[in-house]
């Protein structure tokens, strides 16, 4: 029997990265604006960056029947690789090496000419953080041993810029959830959720069992089970928000600690969020990173991305943001690539994907908190994809080594300078004119004026977009939000109805609320009122519209109120709007 | 508890196995019913396109194939168009294993040994111990399920010189205490009679010689016979260590020793026959027309009593395709890629005349870079050039040799007879490798370990050059840091009633003398010139390590 209250918190090391105050090494700028270059001139450092800016398939392995770019096949050697690639980067106006780049090719043939980089250690991903037990010596040790080989040999190096502790870890609350129920009794990582949870509930078993369902009779014999499931209408998803957060927390004072160990003075860059974070994770990095990162491809194909998932990153984290991977795709490209593996934006021709390209950057380097971008990557893959599948045309040069000259001419022609010195975050208006809808508004917000028609929400920390447009006889709304869920964290693995996310809009001159709940695999959208259509795309980022007949009080020129709320399933976060808006002529 | 380990191993069956026939050793495995394993070195595709420098060309695969696979292909049709059956160590295994070839063996090498810094560093240390498993484990699972592999060899030219091996015997806790002990066994406890023939400092007595202090050869002692005993022990504990972890990982691979450096100790070579599967040595020509010493590998083999492999010939041409100026060291370089040929014949046909010996492998698949390698050897060792072009007369003689019926008729070489002396010209007398050896070699009274004895009549006198091996680093074998005097080797001579001796280091009187490793004295003994004349010799290598004798009539016609 283990006692559960004897049980030793485990203490986390609480101190904030400091970020070097020597002008020796990379540093943020004291206005979070750029990166500073080591140097008496502390120049700005704005990164646009590549990722896997390498040789490509090594002649050594490289499978003939599967034609990739092939470094060996276009240059003498690979010191004329280097020279070329940065002779480009430049015309091209990439300043830094993202992730995986061939770093130690550079250094050995760049001398004078080597730009900033970037590195991924994958720390976590050792022992496969964070599904493995976080708080087990054989993580820490793990984490250490690759960090003790990783580090040293570039502690010193004057151009790196910082770490990026792993890559798209698998912070998927629910199931991570669900994994760590399953640990061992004794683990650390099953202890510790037992602990918080007698912190949470302060010792009382009966307000737990209100929240849970489970077989355990009192905080000890949750050890030993691993059948709890959230109960209906309870404060469960609350409790899973701190034990995330807890357990991100250790993940990041861990990388923190084991960087620190071996290197004082690089940044740490955090771990490169897979497009995706829920804000108590993003929280739990606060006080353990320099830069907050996240790998972030367009959330429409014209390059266009939401308002919320770069400014609640950071403002949950407190830390400036770098886009750590960015993409777009062609279909008419000249590798081969069929862009069929699942996941990135794709467009139809090479001038829609610089023109896609264009808005990004611009989008992302007019944020005055963002640090940089790093296209994801250098070239295309190969024909008929990677080792896993993944068959894009991602390149700024083909697989032959040919410079796709639509996008590099864009990266070529922008003014980082004015975008960074305008860079601004736009203040709400008091009053919204909504602007017209497009054609078929229902089929999804691309369209969608979505500078314009943004309702900016009221709530701290928002994971959703709201939009606004209408024409002549409706009123549309459009929700974009971000979440995940895992159904087995209820009973029967399946969502009850009381569980799921849930919109509420209120509109002055409609009496009753319209209520739309949503969530859950192959469940439908659940609409309660009258006359109104509803479109709902299922995601990790999910849309959802409502054509809503125009209320009395909305007539052109007429000012009313717009409220909306979210609830993502089981209330884990709220999102509100209040919003005075009026209708466009 | 040695022997424990033969008998178990010896019960694991092997996918090779070494198989006699006639009185000739042959390997034997699942495509091979006698196989004379002809290899080649470093069969790799040289520089990589990361590292490539144009302006210091070298092999580099890259450059002549579309890609890594098709350079194994066509690699491996051509070593076997040539004749070649065997990949050999520093391969890229990994990349030659895909293509379907299933008579080419592989020997890979594990460097387990000096990994851990072996034989100098302390092999009852456990660390150590731990290291060699680690290295050789890792190294081994990846091929477990390789049919091919004819064997492992457990290291390459390992630093077996007993100047070495001693000093760092103390420098280990676990080396130490067992070196106290064996001393202390072998002087029967008494400090004074161990005293007689080493110099202690450091340590008064053998509890203190446990903790701390040295010792170094007394000039004039024998402790070097004490030295030679440790050898044995330290080189069993290697061998034994290396047996037993490559057969704990691949129990049907073949141990195949540690690639001697063209020279060997008795000692140690006694301790690997204990535990190898076969002998390897790597053999660098005496001399450039390609000849061996004569006692070299009788001698060895007469002490392994186990089948050999050559694991390194060469030979090099001044007169080559890839710019090599062959001049960072000493490999055997002629003139022409003619001379190369036979240079290269006449080695590969000593070896498969030898009945003893299972195979031979030729270093190295390409030449080496033009400007050198990282460590500056730069030699013209290459079946093929710096550009992928084969050195044509090279690879066609190696082709045309009928391996099964050149070794199958081999036997042990006869010495023959001395008949006469042969005469030499004055101007050829300082240069040994003008000699006519066989004719001039002088039979021992026993089979020699470390030496070879050559007279000739010269115009006006009797000359013997004396052939033999030393070891490195012996000056810290002594407090001094040098070889004392009377440590020095020396040779008596009588002859027609003359009795002299002669310290082969500092002789005024020898007209040539070479000092190394590998040894070379010539020097005048006789003022006869004709008739039949007493001849007896007595080498003592240096420290008196090792005493070899000569006795016989020569008959010196005018």
Same mark, same amino acid.
């Given at each position: 029997?283990?006692?559960?209250?004897?049980?030793?918190?485990?203490?986390?090391?609480?101190?904030?990265?400091?970020?070097?105050?020597?002008?020796?090494?990379?540093?943020?700028?004291?206005?979070?604006?750029?990166?500073?270059?080591?140097?008496?001139?502390?120049?700005?450092?704005?990164?646009?960056?590549?990722?896997?800016?390498?040789?490509?398939?090594?002649?050594?392995?490289?499978?003939?029947?599967?034609?990739?770019?092939?470094?060996?096949?276009?240059?003498?050697?690979?010191?004329?690789?280097?020279?070329?690639?940065?002779?480009?980067?430049?015309?091209?106006?990439?300043?830094?090496?993202?992730?995986?780049?061939?770093?130690?090719?550079?250094?050995?043939?760049?001398?004078?000419?080597?730009?900033?980089?970037?590195?991924?250690?994958?720390?976590?991903?050792?022992?496969?953080?964070?599904?493995?037990?976080?708080?087990?010596?054989?993580?820490?040790?793990?984490?250490?041993?690759?960090?003790?080989?990783?580090?040293?040999?570039?502690?010193?190096?004057?151009?790196?810029?910082?770490?990026?502790?792993?890559?798209?870890?698998?912070?998927?609350?629910?199931?991570?959830?669900?994994?760590?129920?399953?640990?061992?009794?004794?683990?650390?990582?099953?202890?510790?959720?037992?602990?918080?949870?007698?912190?949470?509930?302060?010792?009382?078993?009966?307000?737990?069992?209100?929240?849970?369902?489970?077989?355990?009779?009192?905080?000890?014999?949750?050890?030993?089970?691993?059948?709890?499931?959230?109960?209906?209408?309870?404060?469960?998803?609350?409790?899973?928000?701190?034990?995330?957060?807890?357990?991100?927390?250790?993940?990041?004072?861990?990388?923190?600690?084991?960087?620190?160990?071996?290197?004082?003075?690089?940044?740490?860059?955090?771990?490169?969020?897979?497009?995706?974070?829920?804000?108590?994770?993003?929280?739990?990095?606060?006080?353990?990173?320099?830069?907050?990162?996240?790998?972030?491809?367009?959330?429409?194909?014209?390059?266009?991305?939401?308002?919320?998932?770069?400014?609640?990153?950071?403002?949950?984290?407190?830390?400036?943001?770098?886009?750590?991977?960015?993409?777009?795709?062609?279909?008419?490209?000249?590798?081969?690539?069929?862009?069929?593996?699942?996941?990135?934006?794709?467009?139809?021709?090479?001038?829609?994907?610089?023109?896609?390209?264009?808005?990004?950057?611009?989008?992302?380097?007019?944020?005055?908190?963002?640090?940089?971008?790093?296209?994801?990557?250098?070239?295309?893959?190969?024909?008929?994809?990677?080792?896993?599948?993944?068959?894009?045309?991602?390149?700024?040069?083909?697989?032959?080594?040919?410079?796709?000259?639509?996008?590099?001419?864009?990266?070529?022609?922008?003014?980082?300078?004015?975008?960074?010195?305008?860079?601004?975050?736009?203040?709400?208006?008091?009053?919204?004119?909504?602007?017209?809808?497009?054609?078929?508004?229902?089929?999804?917000?691309?369209?969608?004026?979505?500078?314009?028609?943004?309702?900016?929400?009221?709530?701290?920390l928002p994971i959703a977009d709201l939009y606004a447009v209408h024409d002549a006889h409706f009123l549309y709304l459009a929700l974009y939000e971000m979440e995940y869920m895992d159904e087995r964290i209820y009973e029967g693995n399946h969502v009850p109805g009381i569980e799921r996310s849930k919109w509420t809009i209120q509109i002055e001159g409609i009496d009753d609320p319209i209520e739309v709940t949503f969530g859950g695999k192959g469940m439908k959208l659940n609409l309660k009122a009258n006359g109104i259509e509803s479109a709902y795309y299922p995601d990790l980022k999910s849309t959802v519209?409502?054509?809503?007949?125009?209320?009395?009080?909305?007539?052109?020129?007429?000012?009313?109120?717009?409220?909306?709320?979210?609830?993502?399933?089981?209330?884990?976060?709220?999102?509100?709007?209040?919003?005075?808006?009026?209708?466009?002529? | 508890?040695?022997?424990?380990?033969?008998?178990?191993?010896?019960?694991?069956?092997?996918?090779?196995?070494?198989?006699?026939?006639?009185?000739?050793?042959?390997?034997?495995?699942?495509?091979?019913?006698?196989?004379?394993?002809?290899?080649?070195?470093?069969?790799?595709?040289?520089?990589?396109?990361?590292?490539?420098?144009?302006?210091?060309?070298?092999?580099?695969?890259?450059?002549?194939?579309?890609?890594?696979?098709?350079?194994?292909?066509?690699?491996?049709?051509?070593?076997?168009?040539?004749?070649?059956?065997?990949?050999?160590?520093?391969?890229?295994?990994?990349?030659?294993?895909?293509?379907?070839?299933?008579?080419?063996?592989?020997?890979?090498?594990?460097?387990?040994?000096?990994?851990?810094?072996?034989?100098?560093?302390?092999?009852?240390?456990?660390?150590?111990?731990?290291?060699?498993?680690?290295?050789?484990?890792?190294?081994?699972?990846?091929?477990?399920?390789?049919?091919?592999?004819?064997?492992?060899?457990?290291?390459?030219?390992?630093?077996?010189?007993?100047?070495?091996?001693?000093?760092?015997?103390?420098?280990?806790?676990?080396?130490?205490?067992?070196?106290?002990?064996?001393?202390?066994?072998?002087?029967?406890?008494?400090?004074?009679?161990?005293?007689?023939?080493?110099?202690?400092?450091?340590?008064?007595?053998?509890?203190?010689?446990?903790?701390?202090?040295?010792?170094?050869?007394?000039?004039?002692?024998?402790?070097?016979?004490?030295?030679?005993?440790?050898?044995?022990?330290?080189?069993?504990?290697?061998?034994?260590?290396?047996?037993?972890?490559?057969?704990?990982?691949?129990?049907?691979?073949?141990?195949?020793?540690?690639?001697?450096?063209?020279?060997?100790?008795?000692?140690?070579?006694?301790?690997?026959?204990?535990?190898?599967?076969?002998?390897?040595?790597?053999?660098?020509?005496?001399?450039?027309?390609?000849?061996?010493?004569?006692?070299?590998?009788?001698?060895?083999?007469?002490?392994?009593?186990?089948?050999?492999?050559?694991?390194?010939?060469?030979?090099?041409?001044?007169?080559?395709?890839?710019?090599?100026?062959?001049?960072?060291?000493?490999?055997p370089t002629v003139q022409n890629q003619r001379a190369r040929t036979e240079t290269f014949l006449n080695q590969t046909k000593q070896f498969l005349a030898l009945p003893y010996i299972v195979g031979a492998h030729w270093f190295q698949f390409y030449d080496e870079p033009r400007f050198g390698r990282g460590d500056g050897e730069n030699y013209n060792m290459g079946l093929v050039d710096i550009n992928n072009r084969p050195y044509d007369e090279l690879t066609s003689a190696a082709a045309k040799l009928d391996l099964q019926k050149l070794h199958g008729s081999s036997s042990k070489r006869i010495v023959?007879?001395?008949?006469?002396?042969?005469?030499?010209?004055?101007?050829?007398?300082?240069?040994?490798?003008?000699?006519?050896?066989?004719?001039?070699? #002088?039979?021992?009274?026993?089979?020699?370990?470390?030496? @070879? %004895?050559?007279?000739? *009549? +010269?115009?006006?006198?009797?000359? /013997?050059?004396?052939?033999?091996?030393?070891?490195?680093?012996?000056?810290?074998?002594?407090?001094?840091?040098?070889?004392?005097?009377?440590?020095?080797?020396?040779?008596? #001579?009588?002859?027609?009633?003359?009795?002299?001796?002669? @310290? %082969?280091?500092?002789? *005024? +009187?020898?007209?040539?003398?070479? /000092?190394?490793?590998?040894?070379?004295?010539?020097?005048?003994?006789?003022?006869?010139?004709?008739?039949?004349?007493?001849?007896?010799?007595?080498?003592?290598?240096?420290?008196?390590?090792?005493?070899?004798?000569?006795?016989?009539?020569?008959?010196?016609?005018?």
């Open positions: 029997m283990i006692s559960i209250l004897a049980l030793v918190c485990l203490s986390q090391t609480l101190g904030a990265p400091k970020a070097p105050l020597s002008h020796e090494w990379f540093s943020v700028a004291k206005d979070g604006m750029s990166f500073v270059r080591p140097g008496p001139k502390s120049d700005r450092f704005w990164s646009f960056g590549v990722c896997c800016t390498g040789i490509g398939s090594p002649w050594e392995t490289t499978d003939p029947t599967n034609p990739a770019y092939s470094a060996y096949r276009i240059f003498p050697s690979g010191k004329a690789w280097v020279d070329d690639t940065l002779k480009k980067f430049s015309s091209w106006q990439f300043n830094s090496l993202g992730g995986w780049s061939d770093i130690d090719l550079f250094k050995k043939h760049a001398n004078k000419q080597m730009i900033p980089y970037f590195v991924v250690l994958h720390l976590g991903s050792y022992d496969k953080a964070p599904w493995h037990d976080l708080f087990s010596r054989e993580m820490e040790r793990a984490v250490d041993n690759a960090a003790k080989t990783l580090i040293p040999p570039l502690a010193a190096d004057k151009n790196l810029v910082g770490y990026f502790s792993d890559n798209e870890l698998g912070w998927w609350d629910d199931t991570l959830f669900l994994t760590y129920l399953q640990l061992p009794a004794r683990a650390p990582g099953k202890l510790r959720m037992v602990q918080l949870f007698e912190r949470f509930y302060r010792g009382d078993f009966q307000t737990f069992q209100r929240d849970w369902i489970t077989s355990a009779t009192a905080f000890e014999g949750i050890c030993s089970v691993s059948d709890l499931r959230i109960r209906p209408n309870g404060r469960g998803g609350l409790f899973l928000n701190e034990w995330i957060q807890d357990l991100a927390e250790h993940y990041y004072s861990l990388m923190e600690r084991t960087i620190r160990r071996y290197d004082r003075n690089h940044l740490i860059l955090g771990d490169r969020f897979c497009q995706y974070y829920s804000v108590p994770v993003a929280r739990a990095m606060q006080k353990h990173a320099d830069v907050a990162s996240t790998n972030l491809g367009a959330d429409w194909n014209d390059g266009s991305i939401s308002h919320f998932f770069l400014s609640t990153l950071h403002e949950a984290t407190g830390k400036p943001v770098i886009i750590t991977e960015f993409y777009l795709c062609a279909m008419e490209n000249r590798s081969g690539n069929r862009n069929s593996s699942g996941g990135f934006p794709i467009v139809q021709t090479q001038a829609e994907r610089a023109d896609g390209f264009k808005r990004y950057v611009k989008s992302v380097a007019s944020i005055p908190f963002v640090l940089g971008a790093h296209w994801f990557q250098f070239t295309d893959e190969p024909s008929k994809g990677r080792g896993d599948g993944e068959n894009y045309n991602m390149g700024l040069v083909d697989i032959a080594g040919r410079p796709y000259e639509e996008i590099t001419k864009v990266a070529s022609s922008l003014n980082f300078k004015d975008l960074r010195t305008g860079a601004l975050i736009s203040k709400p208006e008091k009053t919204l004119l909504i602007p017209k809808a497009p054609i078929d508004p229902m089929k999804g917000v691309k369209l969608w004026p979505r500078g314009t028609s943004f309702v900016s929400p009221i709530s701290p519209i409502l054509k809503i007949p125009f209320p009395t009080a909305a007539r052109v020129g007429h000012e009313f109120i717009l409220h909306a709320r979210l609830d993502t399933h089981s209330r884990r976060q709220t999102v509100l709007w209040n919003q005075v808006v009026r209708v466009s002529p | 508890m040695i022997g424990a380990v033969v008998m178990a191993a010896s019960l694991v069956s092997t996918r090779f196995s070494v198989v006699e026939d006639k009185s000739v050793s042959w390997l034997s495995g699942p495509k091979h019913e006698r196989l004379f394993s002809f290899g080649v070195c470093v069969v790799e595709p040289g520089e990589k396109f990361e590292e490539y420098n144009p302006a210091k060309p070298g092999y580099s695969g890259f450059r002549y194939y579309p890609s890594g696979k098709e350079w194994a292909k066509s690699t491996v049709d051509r070593l076997q168009s040539w004749g070649f059956n065997t990949i050999g160590a520093w391969s890229a295994i990994d990349m030659l294993r895909p293509v379907p070839a299933e008579s080419v063996v592989f020997t890979p090498i594990l460097h387990m040994g000096s990994s851990a810094g072996a034989p100098w560093k302390d092999m009852w240390d456990p660390a150590n111990v731990h290291i060699m498993e680690d290295v050789a484990s890792t190294q081994i699972r990846v091929l477990k399920d390789e049919s091919r592999i004819l064997g492992y060899f457990s290291d390459n030219e390992l630093g077996w010189w007993e100047g070495a091996v001693f000093d760092w015997s103390w420098k280990g806790p676990f080396s130490r205490i067992r070196l106290t002990r064996f001393l202390e066994n072998r002087y029967g406890r008494s400090w004074p009679r161990l005293a007689n023939d080493f110099v202690p400092k450091g340590a008064k007595n053998f509890n203190g010689l446990l903790r701390s202090g040295r010792l170094y050869l007394r000039p004039g002692g024998r402790g070097i016979a004490a030295i030679q005993g440790w050898m044995r022990i330290v080189s069993d504990r290697y061998y034994s260590l290396c047996r037993q972890i490559i057969k704990r990982h691949d129990p049907g691979a073949l141990y195949l020793g540690d690639r001697y450096i063209s020279n060997f100790y008795p000692e140690v070579a006694a301790s690997a026959s204990k535990y190898v599967d076969v002998l390897s040595t790597n053999l660098n020509a005496d001399w450039p027309n390609g000849d061996f010493a004569h006692f070299y590998l009788p001698a060895l083999h007469s002490i392994v009593k186990k089948p050999i492999l050559i694991t390194e010939y060469y030979a090099c041409s001044k007169d080559n395709r890839s710019g090599n100026k062959n001049d960072s060291s000493g490999f023959r007879k001395n008949h006469k002396q042969p005469r030499v010209a004055q101007s050829d007398l300082p240069f040994l490798e003008k000699w006519p050896k066989i004719e001039s070699l #002088i039979s021992p009274m026993a089979p020699t370990m470390r030496s @070879d %004895l050559y007279v000739v *009549a +010269g115009p006006n006198g009797l000359y /013997l050059a004396v052939y033999w091996n030393e070891d490195r680093f012996s000056e810290g074998l002594y407090a001094l840091g040098r070889v004392p005097d009377i440590e020095h080797a020396f040779i008596n #001579i009588q002859s027609a009633g003359t009795n002299r001796t002669f @310290d %082969l280091e500092t002789e *005024a +009187g020898a007209i040539s003398r070479t /000092l190394g490793t590998r040894n070379t004295v010539i020097l005048k003994f006789s003022d006869s010139v004709h008739g039949d004349i007493n001849f007896s010799a007595r080498l003592t290598t240096r420290h008196h390590a090792y005493v070899e004798k000569w006795a016989t009539t020569l008959k010196v016609s005018p």
